[in-house]
């Protein structure tokens, strides 16, 4: 039996019905599916990296930029939800500052020169993938939820905040994990 079928068997009709089914949280909505741009890839850090760090208790994130001189091994990162080539054709709309792009349910923006952010693409007021960069912020077109580079909510359709991820970059790859 469907959700429409049974929301039908219970008695719904009418706008009542379509309310009841847009409300329910879809697994399209939900789930986060790693995905690998191709091109070539570098394993070994030699310029700046930057990575955010978020307290879902708190809702506290901070973006962090370090510069390696060791350099950081990106092929030991865990948890990888994305990575990206940064020279890629589908890069291009990362290279200018307060460019982003939106794949598997992450939003990736330069939000400085060399600095990424990368958060969820389901906004959290309702859990629709509508969450873009806008300049400065995170926003979501559904319904004008606001979200700092934080994740923190700016007005109250963004109260309960974004999933931020952590990001490392070695200048020409892009990682964003878990």
């Given amino acids: 039996m469907t959700r429409y079928d049974f929301l039908k068997s219970m008695g719904f009709t009418g ?27 570098s394993t070994t850090a030699t310029t700046p990296s930057t990575s955010t760090t978020t307290s879902p208790a708190s809702g506290t994130t901070t973006p962090t930029s370090a510069t390696s001189s060791g350099g950081t091994d ?25 460019g982003y792009l939106a794949q598997s349910g992450i939003v ?29 912020e995170f926003y979501c077109t559904q319904h004008g939820a606001r979200f700092d580079l934080t ?6 359709f963004g109260s309960r905040g974004l999933t931020v991820y952590k990001v490392a ?10």
Avoid at 117 to 125: D, F, L, N, R, Y
Avoid at 151 to 156: L, P, R, Y
Avoid at 169 to 178: I, K, N, R
């Fill in 108 to 136: 990736v923006a330069q939000v400085s020169t060399g600095v990424y952010v990368a958060v969820t693409q389901t906004c959290s007021h309702e859990p629709k993938k509508a969450i873009i960069f806008n300049k400065t």
């Fill in 169 to 178: 970059t070695d200048g020409t790859t892009l990682v964003v994990y878990s």
């Fill in 74 to 98: 990106l092929s030991t990162i865990k948890n990888r939800l994305l990575t990206i080539d940064l020279n890629s054709s589908v890069a291009t709309a990362l290279k200018p500052v307060g």
């Fill in 15 to 41: 706008a009542a019905l379509v309310a009841a089914l847009t409300s329910c949280v879809r697994d399209e909505d939900t789930v986060v599916n790693a995905l690998t741009i191709p091109g070539t890839q």
């Fill in 151 to 156: 994740g923190k909510g700016k007005n109250s």
